[in-house]
């Protein structure tokens, strides 16, 4: 019997730190359509993961506590390869993003800095669920069929 697998279609999601918006999308991308994807994330300046992140994942299943932030830069000096690179920080950091060997798309969706809300521990913790459920919808609607039951990724 021979094996019929196609390969997964590699992306890279990157944001300032690599401690918030890009550990959720990458966890949603595997969790969701792992089966058709394998994601990655990185930051410009890896630091830590941030807690109310790993608090508001915890709190639908998904664990981050082991999660370690990654350098963009050190994945593109060891010759990665992906197919889409997807940067999840605002506009203006894009800039930074090196120009990865073999990448088909590079595709912008900024959302909010989780480290940036103020208020009480509650207020951005709420904020914090309202920027991991943004990021699960764009995901979702990225590799869902269209109404017109074509594949979004072509």
Not at 9 to 23: A, D, K, M, P, Y
Request: hydrophobic share 35%; glycine share 6%; aromatic share 10%.
């Amino acid at each position: 019997m021979t094996d019929q697998r196609t390969e997964k279609v590699r992306v890279l999601f990157i944001c300032v730190h690599n401690s918030g918006r890009s550990q959720m999308a990458e966890s949603f991308l595997n969790a969701l359509a792992g089966d058709r994807f394998e994601a990655e994330s990185a930051g410009f300046d890896p630091t830590r993961i941030y807690p109310l992140v790993i608090k508001a994942m915890h709190e639908i299943g998904m664990d981050l506590s082991k999660n370690q932030a990654r350098s963009v830069f050190k994945l593109y000096q060891e010759g990665k390869l992906f197919d889409y690179v997807i940067t999840v920080c605002e506009e203006s950091s894009e800039d930074q993003c090196p120009m990865f060997p073999g990448v088909t798309r590079r595709l912008n969706w900024p959302f909010d800095n989780p480290e940036a809300f103020e208020g009480s521990h509650e207020e951005k913790l709420n904020q914090v669920k309202r920027v991991r459920d943004e990021i699960r919808a764009r995901i979702e609607k990225w590799f869902q069929p269209s109404d017109r039951g074509e594949d979004l990724l072509g």
